[in-house]
């Protein structure tokens, strides 16, 4: 009942673990009261954090020019074909230009070419009608190994007058079709994200791969995290991803997974009971107070995944009766794709 839903479980335990947050061993032990304590605070202060950075200006900016229709943007439109096979693709060149969105017509109307520092300038008014501007100074996509592209080159920026609401700056090199190093760097709402990603390749259908992340507000870093997987090829020509590695800090928690579980090896039937087997998620606090570990539970009826937390006196919870951002990240349905 779980076939082709592996990876989005995967996905689900690591965004939950950002949610949540790194580890390391200890023999101080919290009561379950402590620990709910300080679950409950982590749920506080991430959630304080989200709203932040959804409410601010540049995420509703940006949200809004891309549901606008026929956006010229990357992501949005394709205006070019690339490589032997012809993927639709994204040239920024064919693109450039400065328009403004027309709302009554709901089009975006060229008012001249672009230059040569700004190719793609796009005037747009925000929901207090103040004119707002995104400028696309670079992009570039290159064409996977997967038969895909993969944008490789953006900077990008979104203004209220000589205000920076948003900015991106992404670059990242391909070898053999996939992703060998890249980096990005986001700021809104008064935050900053850095992510940096590295591949190590052991063979032309193998590699190890790490993922770093910063969330900093003020100068103080509110999440870190690293990721480290060994990333194979299947049979099918899909991405599996083994041998997790994960450490995940924000205050007050800290939580490391470690695990050996190895996708594509056993039939999906038997996942959580190999994964809760074969792997760990233990969570302590900060100064070093271990609060429990997490196990994996399915639901029978549905294809999604419960994060049961196992306190220290031997009691357990469902993290979605405890915290509203398991709770939502959880509640996101998963789609089968269509055979």
Known sequence: MLKNTTFSILFSVALTALTLVLGSSCNRQADKAESQKYLRAFDAEVTNHTKRILLSRGYQALIKILYLPGTPLPFIMQNTKMGIDCLSAYDLNKACGVYSFNEQTS?????????????LQLFFTDRENKVLEL????????????????????????????NKLLTINYSATLKEGFPEKAQMQLTMGGYECKIELSTTFTSRKSADVEMKLQLIKDLNRVIEAEIQ????????????????RAS??????????????????????????????????K?????????????????????????????????QENLEDLQLLVKSILNVKIVRPVN
């Open 229 to 244: 997987a060994a990333a194979v090829i299947s049979e099918f020509e899909t991405m599996q991803y083994n041998q997790l």
């Open 135 to 162: 400028r696309m100074y670079k992009y570039i996509e290159s064409e996977s190994a997967f038969g895909m592209t993969i944008p490789t080159v953006m900077q990008a920026m979104i203004l209220d007058k000589n």
């Open 248 to 281: 995940i800090s924000a205050f007050p928690l800290e939580v490391t997974i470690r695990s050996e579980y190895e996708f594509g090896k056993w039939a999906d039937e038997a996942f959580f009971s190999r994964w809760n087997e074969q792997s760990n998620i």
């Open 283 to 315: 969570i302590l606090t900060q100064d070093g107070r271990s609060l429990g570990f997490i196990t994996l539970e399915g639901q029978p009826a549905a294809d999604r995944v419960n994060l049961i937390m196992h306190y220290n006196d031997g009691s």
């Open 107 to 119: 089009r975006w109307d060229f008012d001249s070419p672009g230059s040569d520092s700004i190719p």
